[in-house]
């Protein structure tokens, strides 16, 4: 079974914070894919980020970075020096290889960055 | 240009009504997908087609049915509306194959009154 559990509902931090968003992942495939998707106030889904399950390196985009433990299962998603603009909700999604190319979104994660 | 473009943007209609919504892509994807968003944010896949066969056809009331005249379209039509079909409705392509990112439309907002 293929399933994302992201356990933070809603967080809310003061603009210039850092802060952390939590995806824990189960699957049974030895090659699986995570990404996270970003839906702000006016609704679209915008792609930010794959990762395959044999490329453990962390990632950075600028104030966005990924770190992906297998260990933990986890593939967390953290903003350095949180903006107004980040406010979104934050999907985290896996993707198997015998799924039909379908993907299991968790609950997602809504963050308000606070001026 | 727009990647992944459905119409309408809004669509408000009364109970037991039919409509449709469309969705259009111009990535060159093999692979189409529907998707409802409800109230809680929470997306749930409904239907993928590649190559214009149903590939993914989760648990959905017959009143929804998908139909995709090419690899570059996938509409989704709707029977006899009723309040809970109120959502959001994402439509979403990609290649075919394990880990393809998929893109998604600006989304329809459907309200059933």
């Known amino acids: 079974a293929q399933k994302v559990t992201q356990a933070q509902t809603e967080i809310s931090v003061v603009e210039k914070e850092d802060v952390t968003l939590d995806c824990v992942y189960e699957?049974?495939?030895?090659?699986?894919?995570l990404f996270w998707y970003k839906q702000p106030p006016s609704g679209e889904l915008v792609f930010l980020i794959r990762?395959?399950?044999?490329?453990?390196q962390n990632e950075i985009s600028g104030r966005y970075s990924w770190n992906f433990q297998k260990s933990t299962s986890s593939f967390n998603f953290t903003i350095t020096a949180s903006q107004v603009v980040d406010s979104a909700v934050y999907f985290c999604?896996?993707?198997?290889?015998?799924?039909?190319?379908?993907?299991?979104f968790g609950t997602g994660t809504s963050l308000t960055v606070i001026p | 240009d727009t990647a992944v473009s459905q119409t309408p943007k809004y669509l408000v209609t009364q109970m037991g009504n039919d409509k449709s919504i469309k969705c259009e892509q111009n990535?060159?994807?093999?692979?189409m997908y529907w998707y409802k968003q409800d109230s809680k944010k929470f997306l749930k896949i409904m239907f993928s087609?590649?190559?214009?066969?149903l590939i993914i056809n989760e648990t959905v009331p017959n009143r929804f049915s998908p139909k995709s005249p090419d690899k570059a379209h996938l509409n989704l039509h709707i029977n006899s509306l009723e309040l809970g079909d109120s959502a959001v409705y994402f439509c979403?392509?990609?290649?075919w194959g394990p880990g393809n990112i998929q893109y998604f439309g600006a989304g329809t907002r459907l309200s059933v009154l």
């Open positions: 979403a392509s990609s290649l």
């Open positions: 087609y590649n190559n214009k066969e």
């Open positions: 990535l060159g994807h093999d692979t």
């Open positions: 999604a896996l993707s198997g290889t015998n799924t039909g190319n379908q993907f299991y």
């Open positions: 699957t049974r495939d030895t090659t699986y894919y």
């Open positions: 990762r395959n399950s044999f490329d453990e």
